[in-house]
């Protein structure tokens, strides 16, 4: 996939700051390096999300890679193209071998229970139309039982929110592009493999507790239950809202934005449940949804709700142009949360276009 | 001769044509992946070549799945552009003077459409079909056509600076908008096929278009374009016309332009 490294990147457009906190939470809670973690210092729960989503899965164990390398390749995001090759390698396979996977992915000549899944992640992704229940029981057709299904579902929206960011924050392309066969890491690819076997095993899922259930877009992640994933969404979703970089109705506001572009009902009915508990009617917030514009907007919302409708479908370098004219006017914080905020969104409103969602 | 060093022939020959039958796999491996590597660059060119005739979308659809002429009934925006008076003016012109004001006007609108999230449906002589809504769901489709149509008109402006200063005519142009319902998808023959919108909502959009001489003013749009309209957009309202083939008059507004320091209500 050569054309996808010939992609146009910017410039980072946030700053990296060290921040030896994070670097500390880093060491014990994350199972490799994170390199970019500097450019996210200033809105910690992106990194903890990116860290989190790292989590296994437990049916889809032996897809889950190729599935976040079609949705990213997909997305055009040379970033997280980069990383899920480092990733890959990291894994024991070759650049070679990565090579001749990706020209099985691109000529569909993976086992047919593989392709079918890749095929569902990538329409999950493109929600244009998202998969319906023709493509769920083809998926069972193939050996998939409803969880596994749930995790391919969860990984494809994990991609999407990880090219959003990625992308949208043009995060440094780093040491990941530049790996190759040669020198150190070839020689020790097969003690890499080992400990990252090691490190990733998969955690058993519990089923969410009362506690759990509650919370914004608890709707969505109670029709995640069942998998380990349920948990992170929860406690990403929590420590989001929690961030003070911007007000919470904001956010809500860019949730209600992206489920009202994507036609995801239940997840737009939770925005407007969310902004009627900041005091807004339904019938103002019709107004702004139906605008992006509204005199109950703040200056910063006139500018974020605009650009966060273009994050739904987009193409790379027009929407990296697009979020450096928007960082003209955000702090570095603002920023950076309006972008994780929007990815965020995009990842949580996928889901009830693919599962029961009440 | 003992059977030892028939044995040792034997290993070293076999080994020696093992070799050969290795070395030729490696570069029949290499020559397969060249040539693979060679298709793979043509077919990316190829596709970047066809995403000039057809909208992206489209262009990775008929890759995934092949010619589909499924339909799909969309809710979408309908711009029908034309340039007024063109028709007597062609026939004064050279006919590539005339080609290349053409390509000019073509390039020019079709940015100010794609701009506002639109695409070129179809080119029809001088008129330009544009969606708004049909590749991907829009629900902000309306307030995306008509700030297309506001661009198009800023866009003309700037052209007909240019093609005075290089002492040609200028144009002028009609723009119609409607919103409905239609059927998109792949339709014509085995020969020539193209992605459009069938229905009423093309064919009342291009109607509409057609009473801007009428009403001499350069876009209209019918009432369901404006019951989705920020209201910042500044129309006027004209009077309601028969329009062929609907039974109730239709109610049409002019646009005259987009407050921006105006807040929305």
Redesign the interface.
Known sequence: MK?LLDVEWLEPLVEAREDSELQSWLRRNAPSDYPHAPYLADCPWMLHADVFLDESYIHINDIAGLIYMTVSRDNSCRFCYGAVRFLLRLQGMSEAQIDGLE?EI?TAALEPRVNKALDFARRVSRS?PPPGDDDKRALRDAGYGDTAIKEIAFQAVDAVFHNRMATLLALPLGASELLNDKGLFAALREEFARLWAKLMTPATPERLTDELKTGPYSNVVVALDGIVQARILRRVLDEAWASPNLPTRTKALIFGVIA????SAPAEREAYRLLAAEGWAADRVD?I???????ELDQLEARILPYV?ETI?YQAPAAQRRSRELRAWLGNGQFLETVGTAALANMVCRIPLVLDVA | MGVLPVLVLLLVCTSAILATLVRSGRRERARLRDA?EVK?SSL?RLQTSFARFAPE?IVERIIAGGVSTRGERVMVTALFADLVGFTALSEQLEPDVLVRILNGYFERMSRAITDHRGHVSTFVGDGILALFGA??????QA?DALHAALAMRDELASYNRELQDDGLPTLAIGVGLHRGIGVAGLVGSRDLIQFTLIGRTVNLAARVQTLTRQYGVDILITSAVQE?L???FLLNPQPATEVRGIAEPVAIYSAVGFDHAR???
């Open positions: 054309a020209r691109d244009n009202r572009g994507l036609g107004a949804l139906a605008h992006l514009a509204a005199p409708r479908w | 693979l793979s990316e979308e590749l991907q769901p829009n629900p902000w307030n989705h920020d209201p910042r807040v929305a209500r």
